[in-house]
T-cell receptor, first 115, second 114 residues
Framework: EAGVVQSPRYKIIEKKQPVAFWCNPI?????LYWYLQNLGQGPELLIR????????DSQLPKDRFSAERLKGVDSTLKIQPAELGDSAVYLC?????????????FGPGTRLTVL | GENVEQHPSTLSVQEGDSAVIKCTYS??????FPWYKQELGKRPQLIID?????GEKKDQRIAVTLNKTAKHFSLHITETQPEDSAVYFC?????????????FGRGTQLTVWP
């Protein structure tokens, strides 16, 4: 079974530039998560989708961050414009929200460096 | 929301010794507690999890215990090996309005010396 796929793996941009990250979840997983992981810290949720609906986006800085999950499969997270403080690893995870199982599986992440 | 505290932040042990990492949580309604292992530059991987209706769970050299009354849970690794070296994260999931959201601890850097 293929795991969660993310691209690109690394991205270096200058501040004020836009950037986008892509995530392909595990086949059949109805729930998709975007996390932010700063160096030396645990992941923090940015947004959670159940199918196409964003059901938990309270931690997403909506002035510069946006996300979409078209057709309830792949997802894109965008930052525009990027700031120096956005440098971090952006992790995507997916799960199947059922009664007996809801384990979240993580992708390899995209390491963003904003110069 | 939930608040998860994890200790210690770093842990060094000799190969073959045991390692214990402890976490506390604040929301008594939390009902699911996974542990993830993250090697340098790689994705977090689930190693074991426990639900609030169970007090202990074991998988080979790894075990997790949960004390709901005290709101703390621990990861126990026995007979440690150098390949156990990684950052370990605990997490808790609330049953409240943020159902599904995992709250992570800050991580424990475990180093196993051969």
């Amino acid at each position: 079974e293929a795991g969660v796929v993310q691209s690109p793996r690394y991205k270096i941009i200058e501040k004020k530039q836009p950037v986008a990250f892509w995530c392909n979840p595990i086949s059949g997983h109805n729930t998709l998560y975007w996390y932010l992981q700063n160096l030396g810290q645990g992941p923090e949720l940015l947004i959670r989708y159940e199918n196409e609906e964003a059901v938990d986006d309270s931690q997403l800085p909506k002035d510069r961050f946006s996300a979409e999950r078209l057709k309830g499969v792949d997802s894109t997270l965008k930052i525009q414009p990027a700031e120096l403080g956005d440098s971090a690893v952006y992790l995507c995870a997916s799960s199947f929200m059922g009664l007996a199982t809801d384990t979240q599986y993580f992708g390899p992440g995209t390491r963003l460096t904003v110069l | 929301g939930e608040n998860v505290e994890q200790h210690p932040s770093t842990l060094s042990v000799q190969e073959g010794d045991s390692a214990v990492i402890k976490c506390t949580y604040s929301d008594s309604a939390s009902n699911y507690f996974p542990w993830y292992k993250q090697e340098l530059g790689k994705r977090p991987q689930l190693i074991i999890d426990i639900r609030s209706n169970v007090g202990e769970k074991k998988d080979q050299r790894i075990a997790v215990t949960l004390n709901k009354t005290a709101k703390h849970f621990s990861l126990h690794i026995t007979e440690t090996q150098p390949e156990d070296s990684a950052v370990y994260f605990c997490a808790a999931r609330s049953r409240g309005s943020t159902l599904g959201r995992l709250y992570f601890g800050r991580g424990t850097q475990l180093t196993v010396w051969p």
